[in-house]
């Protein structure tokens, strides 16, 4: 390479050294002057939940004045430690995450971001409190009542994150988000007991049954089976013929009717309901021209309200399998494969 090629390359790359250290002096003496320079005032930003928000802007407002004792307006931009006043935010049960910073007319600018309840919870310690996706217990906001999905006999004081207490953590955070997401289970689950042994049984809204859970293992498939259950057998029989609807059982929905007794009328009349639906989870397998929907149940079953058909997706193939292999009464009907409790 010749001399006169060299000293090119040199005096380019001192041009662009000069030129990123003149920026450089450029952006230090604007971030000087900005910081020189008096505060004119501030704008909150609440990210909430939908239109619905739990903290409200005079809340936000007081914790970053420290409840009007510290006034913005003209204090010097340099002087504000906006980390400390992040993590002060922060402390509010309610505020997820929060950004600070100056704009370019030295408004400070305030983001928050709420966390979003995924549930309520009734503590047998008789407290009550909102749960988000992250298992973070929230106030119960004066005034703000959220429709969500109802635990009962939460064993309090809080659970441990490590062992059988985070499962159980875990096994209400998916069960309230799932119900969240499907209406129809929405409308129908009034609230969700823990037991001792911190399983699971449903109250319906419709029928006087108890529905049997049992742990948070394969929900999907247990209200996919569950859903079977309630358009080929509960709405011909009535919603309240059973007293209990046990779907722990891996591939089974056993139903206890009402007494002691059955007659040889009722247990023909119900093998044939039973014969239905299993031919009716068969169809669904098999025959997916038919299925069509209008509002979709989430990630199992839905039930289309004009044509009655039900339609499966994600684990649906399982589900229908599971819920075809066996049905049965607590009158012992029709024998039962397997025992395995899920």
Not at 58 to 79: F, H, P, Q, R, Y
Not at 167 to 189: E, P, V
Not at 232 to 251: A, H
Request: with cysteine.
């Amino acid at each position: 390479m010749s001399i006169k090629g060299n000293i090119r390359k040199i005096i380019i790359l001192t041009t662009w050294c000069l030129a990123s250290a003149g920026m450089l002096v450029l952006l230090i003496a604007a971030i000087n002057n900005r910081n020189g320079k008096a505060c004119k005032g501030y704008k909150i930003t609440i990210n909430g939940v939908g239109n619905q928000s739990f903290i409200s802007a005079k809340a936000v407002e007081n914790i970053i004045t420290d409840s009007g004792v510290e006034k913005l307006d003209g204090k010097i931009i340099s002087s504000f430690d906006l980390k400390s006043i992040e993590i002060k935010l922060k402390q509010n049960a309610w505020i997820n995450n929060a950004e600070l910073f100056f704009d370019n007319n030295e408004i400070l600018r305030v983001n928050i971001t709420e966390r979003e309840p995924v549930a309520r919870i009734f503590s047998n310690m008789e407290t009550n409190f909102y749960m988000d996706s992250s298992g973070m217990q929230l106030p119960i906001p004066a005034g703000l009542p959220v429709k969500l999905p109802v635990f009962t006999s939460y064993p309090y004081p809080g659970l441990k994150t490590l062992g059988a207490d985070s499962i159980l953590l875990n096994d209400i955070k998916a069960l309230s988000c799932f119900i969240l997401r499907d209406s129809f289970w929405m409308a129908q689950i009034d609230q969700i007991d823990i037991t001792g042994d911190k399983t699971f049984e449903l109250i319906p809204v419709v029928g006087n049954h108890v529905i049997e859970f049992g742990n948070g293992s394969d929900f999907k498939i247990k209200f996919a089976r569950l859903f079977i259950f309630y358009k080929e057998v509960l709405s011909k029989t009535g919603f309240n013929k059973y007293t209990k609807i046990d779907v722990q059982y891996k591939g089974q929905v056993i139903g206890t009717k009402k007494g002691s007794e059955i007659s040889k009328s009722d247990s023909i009349r119900f093998l044939k309901e039973v014969g239905q639906l299993i031919r009716s989870a068969q169809q669904l397998q098999s025959d997916t021209v038919k299925q069509q929907i209008s509002k979709p149940l989430e990630s199992n079953g839905r039930q289309d309200e004009a044509s009655g058909d039900v339609e499966f997706s994600g684990d649906s193939t399982k589900a229908k399998r599971d819920a075809a292999k066996s049905i049965k009464t607590g009158h012992g009907v029709l024998p039962v494969r397997g025992s395995n409790k899920k």
